[in-house]
């Protein structure tokens, strides 16, 4: 597997969506959400991946990831047997030598702006955008699997 390494972020507000080069509608579900092992089928516009991510490491900067590409008729059959799904449109937005990814949430988590920008290492420095607000690296609150979780717990109340 490969190593993942990404510092996560609340945004300010909406500012990025007019540096953004482009928008895809995402939708995720979890087949595991084991601590070790979460294994995840998502929709990327017309493309269809699935993903198996191990545990993060302690400060939650990295972790490993295996990904492939799916047919989308396969994951779409995928998710419509996961209960635990987000959905959520992505923008990529170029600052400086990195491409942030800011997720904004729909349906029972609308108004949720997360913002990711992947490194090459753990110390890497980046360009922080204006619009970037608090550091969430590592809460386990803001991990795409915990936010599904806490979706299907809203919703069956």
Same mark, same amino acid.
């Given at each position: 597997? @490969?190593?993942? #390494?990404?510092?996560?972020?609340?945004?300010? *507000?909406?500012?990025?969506?007019?540096? =953004?080069?482009? /928008?895809?509608? #995402?939708?995720?579900?979890?087949? %595991?959400?084991?601590?070790? /092992?979460?294994?995840?089928?998502? &929709? $990327?516009?017309?493309?269809?991946?699935?993903?198996?991510?191990? !545990?993060?490491?302690? *400060?939650?900067? %990295?972790?490993?990831? $295996?990904?492939?590409? #799916?047919?989308?008729?396969?994951?779409?059959?995928?998710?419509?047997?996961? !209960? =635990? &799904?987000? +959905?959520? %449109? !992505?923008?990529?937005?170029?600052?400086?030598?990195?491409?942030?990814?800011?997720?904004?949430?729909?349906?029972? *988590?609308?108004?949720?702006?997360?913002? +990711?920008? +992947?490194?090459?290492?753990?110390?890497? =420095?980046?360009?922080?955008?204006? $619009?970037?607000? !608090?550091?969430?690296?590592?809460?386990? @609150?803001?991990? *795409? %699997?915990? #936010? @599904?979780?806490?979706?299907?717990?809203? =919703? &069956?109340?």
């Amino acid at each position: 597997m @490969a190593l993942e #390494i990404e510092r996560k972020f609340l945004l300010l *507000n909406e500012d990025f969506k007019q540096q =953004a080069r482009e /928008r895809v509608e #995402i939708r995720q579900g979890y087949l %595991s959400l084991s601590p070790e /092992r979460t294994v995840r089928v998502r &929709t $990327w516009g017309d493309k269809g991946y699935l993903t198996v991510k191990g !545990r993060s490491s302690t *400060n939650g900067l %990295s972790r490993e990831e $295996w990904e492939r590409e #799916i047919p989308y008729a396969e994951a779409e059959e995928l998710l419509a047997g996961c !209960r =635990a &799904t987000v +959905e959520k %449109s !992505r923008y990529l937005v170029p600052v400086g030598r990195h491409t942030f990814e800011v997720d904004e949430f729909h349906g029972l *988590n609308a108004g949720l702006l997360l913002a +990711e920008v +992947e490194l090459q290492a753990e110390d890497e =420095a980046f360009e922080r955008p204006a $619009w970037l607000g !608090r550091e969430v690296t590592g809460e386990k @609150a803001y991990y *795409n %699997s915990q #936010i @599904a979780l806490a979706t299907l717990k809203k =919703a &069956t109340e």
